[in-house]
């Protein structure tokens, strides 16, 4: 069965760069979400959209946006990076905001060097 | 707003040891969700329970079963006959009912499960 896609799996970039990460959800999912987990830190819910439109937000940095497109896929957008942006992100999607549960990517390993 | 207690940061058994893991959670809703996922050293997030705030039977999936009390708000994960395979870090999660919005998931903050031989 088809999974989430995130891709790249792993990043490296320098301090004051960007990165765009990318989800590609479940087909037919509407909902997607962004999960932000720092080393030895839980996964922390940053945004959400829902049939293309912006749902949630979270501890999301004002440096961070995202979007979701006409074909439900979504971008992370990150800018002026810092070495504490370092983490995994993770992206979920699901059907109706969640009702049927969540299913994960195996999520963008980021290194801020 | 909701949160989730995982008092345990790590645990170490023995293999074949019985091994229950401790999440107990807080939330003003009737209508959530709990969540179990595991997290091994390869680092994605594996799947391995939802419930319902309406469901209170308990669970057993092979070596796996869960514990919901929502008297105690706890959701407790035991593992019998641990395998190290187990070793991982286990998180419990909640998300609110139907709320008009994408319900995100609120995680504890994990316990660490490390079985030896």
């Known amino acids: 069965a088809a999974g989430v896609i995130q891709s790249p799996r792993h990043l490296i970039k320098e301090k004051r760069e960007t990165a765009t990460l990318k989800c590609y959800p479940i087909p037919r999912h509407d909902t997607v979400y962004w999960y932000q987990q720092g080393p030895g830190q839980d996964p922390q819910f940053l945004i959400s959209?829902?049939?293309?439109?912006?749902?949630d937000k979270g501890s999301i940095p004002d440096r961070f946006s995202a979007q979701q497109f006409s074909d439900y896929h979504s971008e992370l957008n990150m800018s002026s990076l810092e070495l504490g942006d370092s983490a995994l992100y993770f992206c979920a999607s699901s059907l109706r905001q969640g009702s049927y549960g969540y299913t994960f990517g195996s999520g963008t390993r980021l290194t801020v060097v | 707003a909701q949160k989730v207690t995982q008092a345990q940061t790590e645990i170490s058994v023995v293999e074949k040891e019985d091994v229950t893991l401790d999440c107990v959670y807080e939330?003003?809703?009737?209508?959530?969700?709990l969540f179990w996922y595991k997290q091994p050293p390869s680092g994605e997030l594996v799947f391995l329970i939802r419930?319902?705030?309406?469901?209170?039977q308990n669970e057993i999936s092979g070596r796996y079963s869960w514990n919901f009390q929502k008297s105690t708000s706890s959701f407790n994960f035991t593992i019998t006959a641990s395998q190290v395979v187990d070793s991982a870090v286990y998180f419990c999660?909640?998300?609110?009912?139907?709320?008009?919005?994408?319900?995100?998931?609120?995680f504890g903050t994990g316990t660490r499960l490390q079985v030896t031989l």
């Open positions: 959209f829902y049939e293309k439109m912006q749902s």
């Open positions: 419930r319902n705030s309406f469901d209170e």
């Open positions: 999660a909640l998300s609110e009912g139907y709320t008009g919005t994408a319900s995100k998931l609120t």
């Open positions: 939330t003003r809703d009737t209508t959530y969700y």
